[in-house]
């Protein structure tokens, strides 16, 4: 009896050991998003959508080239260091040598692009300046350590004190009418702050920071493994920042300002299905082995319908609400955004599916051809901005990335063989998604009552 009392015992708290990590991890990006969103509010209610277009573009540009800088070693870290089988040290090591250099290339590759390309000296220059936070980014390869040793609340403590830090100095500077060159310097001090924390949780929590050491192999299996996921996030981040760029070149900064307001708050949306799907990945790859291929395929369709119909759930209840949030949040300065939001709102679906994907991928090993997909969705967007910005102003922009991600997110899947049951898993999200969910429900109920 005492067995079976202690072993209930230790099922309720790891069942809530993984809940709370969950939730710390929904809670940091959560912090995380509203951070960003709030200066933007800041910028764009006290500058206007002009300086805000311009303030918008200036950090689109620069993020165009983060995934270069960073390279994208977050969910590679995660399943290695998950899988225990090498050295967690080395691993970080090699991480941090690698980033270090991929920063240095990326901040190199924007000084030669931005001076190709932007002639506006005072852009250039606050572009220049924003770049600087590439090498800051180094770090924050750490958050996926945390992730994978399940301590999402060190990540939650980290974003909840930057970001209180942050947003008070962005109200600060709102209030003393500084222009944007000061919220620029505040966005690269946001990312110095967080990557100067994520070390200092690390050494406190591990004190293992001396014993980092960088492997040649290590390093160049990281990046190996990692290269497909660049391709693929350099598409995703065309999806959510080129559009900015286009708009300016082919409109102005103005129509930019009110395309951004709206579509910023979107990122809010979004996060809560991206977050859940890289939390819960850890866990489908602890179990792969040990529960079998069958229970594991049914884990994969629910962890797909779930995060499928969650989005969904919130695209229904933001689209409606789109104009009473526009004025709340940015004033009548912005109702031009109030339509690109309704639209654009349920670009949180295609997102989610995205993510899910993209962790059956990592999971299975299967991510190698990712690249394909994503370049696919790249060049799909870049046509339609061409050919519908001009046509349409910022609402063919909308469509342009709406359909970009369908392609990208959802139909390739079906023409690229190594990923057509990714396709079939989607489909069988849309069309029985709820219906697995509330069986599952149901018993998972009965589990309780048993």
């Known amino acids: ?112 692009l931005v001076n190709l390309v932007e002639t506006n000296e005072n852009l250039k220059y606050l572009i220049l300046i924003y770049g600087i936070s590439y090498f800051f980014q180094t770090l924050r390869f750490l958050r996926a350590f945390f992730i994978a040793k399940y301590k999402n609340d060190i990540i939650f403590r980290v974003e909840i004190l930057v970001g209180l830090i942050v947003m008070s100095l962005g109200l600060l500077l709102g209030i003393m009418g500084q222009g944007i060159i000061a919220f620029i310097v505040l966005r690269v001090f946001d990312v110095l702050m967080i990557s100067t924390l994520l070390v200092v949780f690390y050494q406190l929590e591990f004190k293992r920071l001396k014993k980092w050491r960088f492997d040649k192999q290590v390093s160049i299996d990281l990046i190996k493994n990692s290269s497909p996921l660049v391709l693929s996030s350099l598409a995703l981040v065309i999806f959510q920042q080129f559009d900015k760029i286009m708009i300016k070149q082919f409109l102005d900064e103005y129509s930019v300002g009110q395309y951004t307001a709206a579509v910023s708050l979107i990122s809010l949306i979004v996060f809560a299905p991206v977050v859940l799907s890289e939390v819960i990945s850890p ?131 079906f023409f690229i063989l190594r990923y057509r049951y990714i396709f079939f898993v989607q489909t069988r999200s849309i069309t029985h998604g709820l219906l697995n969910i509330f069986t599952d429900l149901k018993n998972r109920k009965k589990g309780l009552n048993a």
């Open 283 to 413: 866990y489908l790859i602890a179990t792969r082995e040990k529960i079998g291929k069958e229970a594991y395929l049914r884990n994969t369709q629910l962890f797909s319908d779930y995060i499928f119909w969650g989005s969904f759930l919130l695209c229904l209840i933001v689209t409606p609400l789109s104009n009473f949030i526009i004025k709340t949040v940015y004033g009548d300065k912005y109702l031009e955004a109030i339509m690109v939001m309704q639209i654009f709102s349920w670009q949180g679906v295609l997102i989610a599916m995205g993510s899910v994907a993209a962790q059956i991928m990592i999971i299975d090993n299967t991510h190698q051809k990712a690249y394909f997909k994503s370049i696919a969705g790249g060049l799909i967007n870049i046509v339609l901005n061409i050919i519908w910005i001009p046509k349409y102003g910022i609402i063919g922009a909308v469509w342009a990335s709406l359909l970009a991600y369908v392609v990208s997110s959802y139909i390739a899947h």
């Open 1 to 112: 009896m005492s067995f079976m009392i202690k072993n209930k015992v230790n099922n309720f708290i790891l069942k809530n050991h993984k809940f709370f990590n969950a939730f710390w991890a929904i809670i940091s990006k959560l912090l995380s998003g509203v951070k960003l969103v709030v200066i933007g509010i800041i910028v764009a209610r006290y500058l206007g959508p002009k300086d805000f277009g311009s303030f918008s573009y200036c950090i689109s540009f620069v993020t165009l080239f983060s995934v270069l800088a960073e390279f994208r070693f977050h969910n590679i870290i995660i399943r290695e260091i998950s899988e225990s089988k090498i050295n967690t040290e080395k691993i970080l090591g090699s991480a941090f040598y690698s980033c270090f250099f991929f920063s240095l290339l990326g901040y190199i590759t924007l000084v030669i």
